[in-house]
């Protein structure tokens, strides 16, 4: 695996469900963002972490949780999401504040 | 106004044309800006980082950095119909803070064959 791997890549789920969106990195980076992207807006950046703290927090609702075990793993816990949540949500890491590279994104409809 | 302002277009060439993209700004303390190409279902793919003013060029691709119009640009010449895409600015640094990028809304490219 090379890059930045996302899953699952199409996920589904209730109004009520409990999931979580998982991100690696290969790239031994130091630092894993979480960005939200929604049909004709720009990318909102949601969770920041480097070296495994999270160093921003952009307002996000509680409903979202993100988790960083180490450095090449970041998860988001989604917990009773609203219809308007649905949206492509797209992991990236990045070395200090380079460019970042992206994974493929999981395209998330609520239910 | 909004700190990044992008066209988004459809904009249609024809193969082999050279292909303009641009955004503006607002915030004068970015320093950062990169341009990011993303196929339709896919993740962004990082096509171009440059820091501060002046030109910078990959193969095909130039990017220009004008910070005193703050204003950008990504040329691509010799265009192919497999530079269809979307394509995003993205910029950052200074009073923004460390990690938060500001991207534009991209701009939907199609290169007919």
């Known amino acids: 695996e090379t890059g930045v791997t996302q899953t699952p890549r199409h996920l589904v789920m209730g109004m009520t469900n409990k999931k979580s969106l998982k991100c690696e990195q290969h790239?031994?980076?130091?630092?894993m963002y979480w960005y939200k992207q929604s049909a004709k807006k720009p990318l909102e950046l949601m969770f920041v972490?480097?070296?495994?703290?999270?160093?921003e927090n952009n307002s996000v609702p509680s409903r979202f949780s993100p988790e960083c075990p180490n450095s090449s793993h970041l998860f988001l816990h989604l917990h009773t999401l609203q219809p308007e949540d649905s949206a492509l949500y797209l992991c990236?890491?990045?070395?200090?504040?380079?460019?970042?590279?992206f994974g493929q994104g999981t395209r998330l409809t609520v239910v | 106004q909004k700190e990044v302002e992008q066209d988004p277009g459809p904009l249609s060439v024809p193969e082999g044309a050279i292909v303009s993209l641009n955004c503006t700004y607002s915030n004068s303390a970015f320093q950062y800006f990169m341009w990011y190409r993303q196929y339709s279902r896919k993740g962004p793919e990082l096509l171009m980082y440059?820091?501060?003013?002046g030109n910078k060029e990959d193969g095909r691709f130039t990017a220009q950095v004008d910070k005193s119009s703050k204003y950008i640009s990504l040329f691509i010449r010799d265009s192919q119909p497999s530079d269809s895409a979307t394509y995003l600015c993205?910029?950052?640094?200074?009073?923004?803070?460390?990690?938060?990028?500001?991207f534009g809304t991209g701009t939907r490219l199609k290169v007919l064959a």
């Open positions: 790239l031994g980076h130091n630092a």
């Open positions: 440059t820091y501060s003013s």
């Open positions: 972490y480097s070296l495994e703290e999270r160093v």
């Open positions: 990236a890491s990045s070395q200090d504040r380079q460019g970042r590279f």
């Open positions: 993205a910029m950052g640094g200074g009073t923004s803070g460390t990690y938060k990028y500001i």
